[in-house]
Structures are given as structure tokens and as C-alpha cells.
């Protein structure tokens, strides 16, 4: 539930000070009852309605600081950067650049009209096609590259495939 707003707890303390009950304030502003009941309270006890301090450091930067800044400039760490920027600007994260190649229109029509040509195969067509992404397999020798993998190779089809063909012996 997101906090209330100066102004809206002004607001509130008027409504109540105009004979409405909590139970009724309290929906116009989208809170509970107890809130308002201890906006009330609060109100009497100081005649205020702003936040009271609370404890720990205080923060170097504020909510409107200047979007140029450094760390340098206000003493703080590149942690308190990055967490800033990531609770204030939703947009900007680290990401990796896309490498792929990029599809125009005649190759989205093409991968269409290939995809409308293989609907209507069965599984005995499939079986006759290979998948390959032109990646390297060596399969009964090492190459002397230092291979790294996401997945299990032992429970992956081509291992079981390379198993009943008989070529992954000595794999």
C-alpha cells in the first residue's frame, strides 16, 4: 500500500475534523482505518502531520539530486550509484548487446512460407532431418578446447542417439 502524501494526510485530518469517521476516511485515501486512526492520534500529540525522523544515517543524496552526479561529488560509494539509479530509473540497466543477426521483412516472409511448407509433415519426415547450429561435435577424440555446458550431455537426445548408432563408444 503506498504511503500517503503530505497533502493527503492534510486532507485527512479535515475530512475528520469535519465529523467523518476513520471508517469512512479511510477508503477515499485507499488505507486501512488503523491508519487514519494513527494520523489522528499523531496530529493531536504534535499538531503536525509530516513524517517524523527516523532513525540511522541520514542520506547523502536526496530524491531531486542533480542527474550529472559523481561519486566523488557526494563522498558516497559506486554501490550507492548503482542502487539510486536502479530504484529511480527503471530504464536504464546493464544488459548484453543483441549479436544476432537482425531479420528484415523478406526474411520474416521467408521463415513463414518455410514454416506453412512443414506444417503438415509427419513425424517420419522429421526423422529424416538433421538439426545442426554449425557448432562443433567431436564425439570419440579430444580437440584440446576447453568446453563449458548448461545442460546434462548425458541426458541429452544426441548423446542417446550417438548411444543406440553405435558411434559415441569411447565417448
Known amino acids: 500500500m503506498p504511503r500517503l502524501s503530505e497533502n ?6 479535515g475530512m475528520l475534523a469535519g465529523v467523518m469517521s476513520a ?5 477515499r485515501f485507499g ?12 496530529y493531536q500529540q504534535t499538531g503536525a502531520v509530516h513524517d517524523r525522523q527516523r532513525p540511522g544515517r541520514p542520506r547523502v543524496m536526496t530524491a531531486r539530486a542533480d542527474p550529472t552526479f559523481t561519486a566523488r561529488q557526494y563522498g558516497v560509494s559506486g554501490q550507492t550509484i548503482r542502487n539510486r539509479l536502479r530504484r529511480n530509473a527503471q530504464s536504464i540497466r546493464a544488459r548484453r548487446p543483441y549479436t544476432g543477426q537482425i531479420m528484415t521483412q523478406r526474411h520474416r516472409a521467408a521463415r ?8 503438415i509433415w509427419r513425424r ?46 569411447g565417448a
Request: with cysteine; hydrophobic share 40%; charged share 30%.
Open 124 to 169: 517420419a519426415d522429421w526423422n529424416r532431418v538433421l538439426f545442426t547450429d554449425e557448432s562443433r561435435f567431436t564425439v570419440s577424440h579430444a580437440d584440446g578446447r576447453l568446453r563449458v555446458t548448461g545442460v546434462k550431455m548425458k541426458d541429452s537426445p544426441i548423446v542417446a542417439l550417438l548411444r543406440r548408432t553405435g558411434l559415441g563408444e
Open 23 to 27: 471508517r469512512v476516511v479511510a477508503p
Open 112 to 119: 513463414l512460407l518455410w514454416a506453412r511448407r512443414h506444417l
Open 8 to 13: 493527503e494526510r492534510n486532507q485527512a485530518i
Open 31 to 42: 488505507c486501512c482505518r488503523k491508519t487514519i486512526n494513527r494520523l489522528a492520534s499523531r
